[in-house]
């Protein structure tokens, strides 16, 4: 693999194999496993493979995943009453309701009822504002990926000016966050941008790093990027492809070949940021089952 291309699989295997030698050494002093419950709520076809390989992920490492899946006609206090079972279950150590929610159900009201111990997305209001207070527990599983990888590879955010595009709930707000902490995979000057933001084109020119999380199929092209920059994807987007066996291709929110000509190091869509948002999860679930 071209060395400027960032390996997500070979840095989440490195990760995952760090989660299953603690797992192992949890067991053999508690003699019990972390267990992962993951709620799936309809049948959204790309959920339903993000959930698949979670359950993948845990078996992989020792935890013992389990996935609850109801019908996309559950009610919201349906949803709430699996979470709440869950919530007092002693052998479930780490809950992930599975987004996007159907939508009748309030995304916000399922969030709070998870407790927030069990809560190994990161996304419960206790959480994030421990993330935000600067004494983080349980960091989302995405932006808590992109540091590590980061870190991993030499691109050290500290003192670096970071340009994040998207203000999202899972990946921009706490991303920023988190790269703006003291310490490690921290200190870097942080820009959030959105879709009110004015110049956003100059901006992203001015970055050391760009994170792309918009959810905008190639937005980001090569004439947006400075020379050297570390380029980052978290878009995962179906586009149309009739040469395709599938009729579709994923792409990220960068145009790969275009930047990956001015890019120091460039993460791809698929093998990137997915794979290492999968090996936190577990990391996150061996957290909750330690706080137990
Ligand atoms: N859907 C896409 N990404 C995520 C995530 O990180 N957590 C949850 N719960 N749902 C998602």
Do not use: F
């Given at each position: 693999m071209?060395?400027?291309?960032?390996?997500?699989?070979?840095?989440?295997?490195?990760?995952?194999?760090?989660?299953?030698?603690?797992?192992?050494?949890?067991?053999?002093?508690?003699?019990r496993s972390p267990g992962l419950s993951v709620v799936l709520v309809g049948d959204d076809p790309a959920s339903a493979i993000y959930v698949r390989n979670k359950q993948r992920g845990a078996d992989e490492v020792g935890i013992l995943g389990e996935t609850i899946s109801m019908p996309k006609t559950a009610t919201e206090n349906e949803v709430i009453r699996v979470v709440n079972e869950l919530n007092s279950d002693p052998n479930c150590d780490g809950i992930l309701v599975q987004l996007p929610l159907p939508e009748h159900?309030?995304?916000?009201?399922?969030?709070?009822?998870?407790?927030?111990?069990?809560?190994v997305d990161g996304l419960h209001p206790f959480n994030s504002g421990l993330l935000a207070a600067g004494k983080p527990r349980f960091v989302p599983a995405t932006p808590g990926g992109i540091v590590q990888m980061l870190v991993r590879t030499g691109n050290d955010p500290m003192?670096?000016?970071?340009?994040?595009?998207?203000?999202?709930?899972?990946?921009?707000?706490?991303?920023?966050?988190?790269l703006s902490l003291k310490g490690k995979g921290g200190n870097a000057t942080v820009t959030v941008c959105h879709s009110q933001t004015k110049n956003i084109e100059e901006l992203c020119r001015s970055a050391e790093i760009l994170i792309a999380a918009i959810g905008i199929p190639e937005y980001v092209t090569s004439d947006m990027v400075s020379d050297g920059v570390v380029a980052i994807d978290v878009g995962i987007n179906r586009v149309s492809a009739p040469d395709r066996k599938r009729g579709y291709k994923l792409v990220g929110d960068i145009d790969f070949l275009s930047v990956s000509q001015k890019a120091s190091a460039i993460t791809p869509v698929p093998g990137g940021v997915g794979p290492m948002t999968i090996a936190m999860l577990l990391s996150n679930t061996l957290l909750a089952a330690r706080l137990h």
């Open positions: 071209d060395s400027k291309i960032i390996d997500g699989i070979g840095l989440s295997r490195q990760v995952k194999s760090e989660v299953s030698d603690s797992v192992k050494r949890l067991k053999m002093e508690t003699g159900i309030d995304e916000g009201r399922v969030t709070l009822s998870i407790d927030p111990l069990k809560d003192g670096r000016h970071v340009v994040v595009l998207g203000r999202s709930n899972i990946v921009g707000r706490p991303l920023s966050n988190l």
